[in-house]
């Protein structure tokens, strides 16, 4: 049975979720908290109702029950309830007694450790989660021969239809090692930085799947507090012409937004972020009007994709529109089309608003109302597909 | 183990830092031109995206303003309010290096370090 990760995107990436029973391996540079992956995977199973047994040899226990907190996950009660549980391999290495419902009195011993995780699982009802974090440490502190234990690993999750979930921090380790965790793993999740051009963020990949080696999309993500990984974009362009209802557009898509503008006409920028099942958007509305076009070609860079609003009773403006596309340097983008004022009496339908545009099938159009927000969230929803989705 | 390798929004963080160590300056920014923030040093309440975007569109309009006059290039944008004083300039030619001070901190010596900063930036970028 697959389960979700709660992560939007990556279930998809992953053909549905991690399956009971699959290994996999969260391998990130040292410069991204790979661990804050983790601890939403295992969030969302707690509160779907499975067990997670989460082994640390990295911080201590209440450590991440704290950092978990300030990204808004609680995990208290699950451990109240038995249904989380840590297995510490951290305060021992420091000399100290373990603290959590298991320990690993050596954690420089794989031998000790495979007996542990085969106890802990073995007292977890099946379907469980189980966490290393991280794999890379442990690999510090046994050397290599924590990686012949993963076959044994493997067949432990196997039989308790448990998951395995390894976090491995690449601080730059010989290319045998890689390939031989390449090797082992059936899903690899690959999390690393991007600087491309202005863009500087992180993304991530998956670069395998059920054993089979994958090209998929780079997703760009932010860990934000609360609500933890999300997929980013950057800047979403939001276009068109004159008094077409932009702005209306970002004010009903954004949770928090800003606008500059004078008696109703937007004079430089709107600007607003979007939170949207689980996606997290920033979008710039330019303005419409012809002489603040410089503003709209320096503001145009960068986009990942454009909504395009225009106005369905005025068909006349609709040059202007793809006018507009083009000096934003937008055409080509992934590109919706908001046929906004379907409220008025002569609006065009979101049918005929495309083929007077000139656009083909490929770009979606839907019918909007700006002013109450209706047919907004479909679009978005349309447009963030076309981004991520199939 | 570790590679004593550091990403470039680790240095470009790092000369925010530094900037803002010389004690005239309290929050500033590297936003790219066209409105997205690259890096930040501020203060938790500001919103740094919502800062950069506005901050893109000041400079922005101020360029054109100032093209249309045909008096060469728009140096710097200094607002100035009683609370704050925002200051923007490039910084090589796809990045703007925003600061936020005292109203009453000292503007020439802001200026001297915004200036080494930016031509920092200008290397680190690559252009």
């Known amino acids: 049975m697959r389960k979700s990760t709660g992560i939007p995107v990556l279930d998809d990436m992953l053909r549905g979720g991690l399956e009971d029973g699959s290994t996999t391996v969260l391998y990130h540079t040292p410069f991204i908290n790979g661990a804050l992956f983790a601890y939403h995977i295992c969030h969302h199973r707690l509160k779907s109702g499975d067990s997670v047994i989460y082994f640390t040899n990295t911080k201590r226990i209440f450590t991440i029950m704290e950092d978990a907190e300030r990204f808004g996950w609680d995990m208290r009660e699950y451990r109240e309830i038995g249904r989380l549980s840590f297995i510490d391999a951290y305060t021992p290495f420091m000399g100290l007694s373990g603290e959590g419902r298991y320990a690993v009195s050596d954690p420089t011993n794989p031998e000790e450790i495979t007996s542990v995780l085969a106890r802990a699982l073995e007292e977890h009802e099946s379907g469980s989660l189980l966490v290393i974090d991280s794999l890379s440490t442990a690999l510090d502190q ?197 046929a906004n004022k379907q409220d008025l009496p002569n609006a065009l339908s979101p049918e005929e608003v495309r083929a007077k545009l000139g656009f083909g099938e490929e770009v979606p159009v839907v019918g909007t109302v700006a002013t109450t927000g209706e047919g907004v969230r479909e679009g978005l929803r349309i447009l963030l597909n076309t981004i991520f989705g199939g | 183990m570790m590679e004593g390798k550091l990403t470039l929004r680790d240095m470009l963080k790092k000369v925010l830092m530094d900037l803002n160590a010389t004690g005239e300056v309290y929050a500033s920014a590297i936003v790219s031109r066209n409105g997205l923030l690259m890096a930040c040093e501020m203060p938790s309440d500001i919103d740094s995206r919502t800062f950069a975007a506005m901050t893109a569109t000041m400079v922005g309009a101020a360029e054109t303003a100032f093209s249309e006059l045909k008096k060469g290039v728009a140096e710097r944008v200094i607002v100035e309010g009683r609370e704050a004083k925002i200051i923007a300039m490039g910084a090589g030619k796809k990045a703007l290096l925003v600061t936020m001070s005292d109203p009453r901190a000292n503007l020439g010596l802001i200026l001297l370090e915004m200036e080494k900063a930016s031509e920092k930036i200008r290397k680190l970028l690559g252009r």
């Open chain 1, 142 to 338: 046994c050397g290599v021969e924590v990686l012949d234990k993963l076959e044994d690993w493997g067949r432990l999750v196997t039989l308790y239809d448990a998951s395995l979930l390894c976090v491995f921090a690449d601080w730059g380790y010989e290319s045998q090692i890689r390939m031989r965790i390449e090797d082992f793993f059936e899903n690899m999740i690959e999390l690393t930085s991007i600087e491309r051009n202005v863009i500087i963020g992180d993304i991530f990949t998956v670069r395998k799947v059920e054993g089979e080696v994958v090209e998929s999309k780079r997703v760009p993500f932010k860990l934000m507090r609360p609500g933890g990984v999300r997929i980013y974009i950057p800047k979403i362009l939001v276009t068109g012409p004159f008094h077409a209802g932009k702005t209306s557009v970002v004010h009903a898509l954004s949770t928090r937004a800003v606008s500059v503008d004078r008696e109703s006409t937007t004079v430089a920028l709107d600007f607003g972020h979007v939170e949207f099942e689980g996606f997290y958007a920033d979008l710039f509305g330019t303005t419409g009007q012809q002489r603040f076009d410089p503003i709209l070609e320096q503001l145009g860079g960068e986009a990942i994709a454009v909504i395009l609003v225009v106005d369905s009773t005025k068909p006349e403006t609709f040059p202007r529109a793809i006018e507009m596309l083009r000096k934003a340097r937008a055409y080509g983008l992934p590109c919706i089309v908001f």
